[in-house]
């Protein structure tokens, strides 16, 4: 069993929908949490970054986490087009870009006009 | 900043051939990492260097994977002999604090 498992998708959804995308871990030591989005043929970007329990809001996106259950949430209010990418979570123990990131397998995620 | 620079973009090689992989991090990063990414794998750490010091290789698949880093503006990473199971896109990133910023990848394919 991986660390972190996230569906793979892909999920198909009409533009101004709201996303939900999720990961569970099993590693209960993992505090720093993130969502990296990938688009075709390019490197992943920092979305979100977000320490221990509770959410996290920046414009359409809202990033949940939820320690008790291992269980993370990136939320997209209004979904665009433009939100077409994959979307990976990413986790570790410390803050310090020395401890390495575990992330996810992503999720492909489609907005159709 | 021009962020973190990789080339080549593709690369396309015959099996048993050296690949050579260069990536060039956003200045002021400490830390340099090498990912593979495949769809059956996902994204894989292969190897990453703080200082310019190797800490951690344990992902680095074999010994026909090597990487270098003799200063802090540029990296490498080397397959040799290559073989077609080494298809896949490498990432290099590089930090400083917490957050990674990754290029744009080098995709190789090895026939």
């Known amino acids: 069993q991986k660390e972190v498992e996230q569906d793979p998708g892909p999920l198909s959804v009409p533009e101004g929908a709201i996303v939900s995308l999720n990961c569970t871990y099993s590693?209960?030591?993992?505090?720093?949490f993130m969502w990296y989005r990938q688009y075709s043929r390019k490197g992943p970007e920092l979305l979100m970054y977000?320490?221990?329990?509770g959410n996290k809001e920046d414009g359409r996106f809202t990033a949940q986490v939820d320690k008790s259950s291992k269980y993370i949430s990136l939320f997209i209010r209004d979904s665009q087009p433009s939100d077409s990418a994959t979307y990976l979570c990413a986790m570790r123990k410390n803050n310090n870009a020395g401890n390495m990131l575990t992330f996810g397998g992503g999720t492909r995620l489609m907005v159709k006009p | 900043d021009a962020g973190v620079i990789q080339s080549p973009r593709h690369e396309v090689t015959e099996m048993g051939q050296e690949v050579t992989l260069r990536c060039k991090p956003i200045?002021?990063?400490?830390?340099l990492f090498w990912y593979r990414q495949t769809m059956m794998r996902g994204l894989e750490l292969l190897i990453y260097?703080?200082?310019?010091?190797?800490?951690?290789d344990s992902g680095m698949p074999e010994d026909r994977f090597s990487a270098k880093m003799p200063n802090a503006s540029f990296s490498t990473l080397k397959i040799q002999p290559s073989e077609p199971r080494d298809s896949a896109v490498y990432f290099c990133a590089s930090a400083r604090f917490y957050g990674y910023t990754f290029g744009s990848g080098t995709r190789l394919t090895v026939v």
């Open positions: 200045s002021g990063h400490d830390y």
């Open positions: 590693n209960s030591a993992f505090q720093y």
């Open positions: 260097f703080n200082n310019n010091v190797p800490i951690d």
């Open positions: 977000t320490y221990s329990s």
